[in-house]
């Protein structure tokens, strides 16, 4: 038994759940109305992850809406059936693809600035800093990040469906000579609220993973330039490795539950 308990810090990543049993605990007392970063500070993070995203969440959306039209084209049109690649392009892009590259983009992003911002300022002793004067680096830190991250990634992943099937559109119009009204409207005959639920549940559980993610690596970094450069790394890592693996665990709920 003293075996088994000696060797549970190996096995489990006590760190890594404690630094999310303190992000839950400030953000249980921020709903409380006890928020203890500046709203500027909110501010100037959500418009790092949102408008400023924007460019490159439209560039990957739609080349990947593009990419899904023309493979489900050259399929389909075998067998005269050109028209059903709305019906493709718009359930995975609605199910899967929206949510995972936008998250997989903003973890390249906006999680790696995460990172590199907090682990510059545990080098240059920051942190400790706020810590000495009564400011916990989780509330002040890493809540507004992951607050931002929550509340808008659901609203970069609707755009990203929309740049999306804009994609998928462009090569049915000029591959297959569809109608961009047929185009469109036999898409939202085949989409239905239970594919868009599921990307909104899984772009808000993505938006948590990246922020988290960066933030851990950026709070835990070494104190120098070499530190700074692994958690960046590791943060991007991480994020895109857990962004598959919770995108297969959805995968699975999804098909047991019927939706």
């Excluded at 605990?25 to 500046?38: C, D, I, N, T, Y």
């Excluded at 005959?189 to 772009?203: D, F, P, Y």
């Amino acid at each position: 038994m003293r075996t088994a308990f000696s060797a549970l810090p190996r096995l489990l990543p006590l760190r890594a759940v404690a630094f999310l049993g303190q992000v839950l605990l400030a953000a249980a007392a921020g709903v409380r109305g006890r928020w203890r970063f500046p709203l500027r500070e909110l501010a100037r993070v959500t418009a790092g992850c949102s408008a400023r995203a924007l460019p490159i969440v439209t560039v990957v959306n739609v080349l990947v809406g593009a990419i899904l039209a023309f493979v489900g084209a050259v399929q389909l049109v075998k067998f005269g059936a050109g028209i059903y690649v709305a019906d493709l392009v718009g359930i995975a892009v609605a199910r899967e693809m929206a949510a995972v590259i936008t998250a997989v983009v903003m973890a390249g992003r906006t999680g790696a600035a995460f990172a590199a911002e907090l682990a510059t300022m545990q080098a240059n002793e920051e942190i400790d800093a706020l810590e000495v004067v009564g400011l916990p680096a989780v509330d002040y830190l890493v809540v507004p990040r992951v607050l931002a991250l929550l509340l808008m990634m659901p609203l970069l992943y609707v755009y990203g469906c929309a740049t999306g099937l804009v994609g998928g559109m462009l090569v049915g119009v000029g591959m297959l000579d569809l109608a961009p009204a047929a185009y469109f409207e036999r898409t939202f005959q085949a989409l239905s609220w239970a594919h868009v639920n599921l990307g909104l549940v899984k772009s808000f559980v993505f938006g948590a993973l990246v922020a988290m993610t960066g933030c851990y690596f950026g709070l835990h970094a070494q104190r120098n330039a070499a530190g700074v450069g692994l958690a960046t790394t590791r943060s991007v890592v991480f994020s895109i490795v857990g962004i598959i693996a919770l995108d297969a665990v959805f995968a699975v709920c999804a098909n047991a539950l019927g939706v």
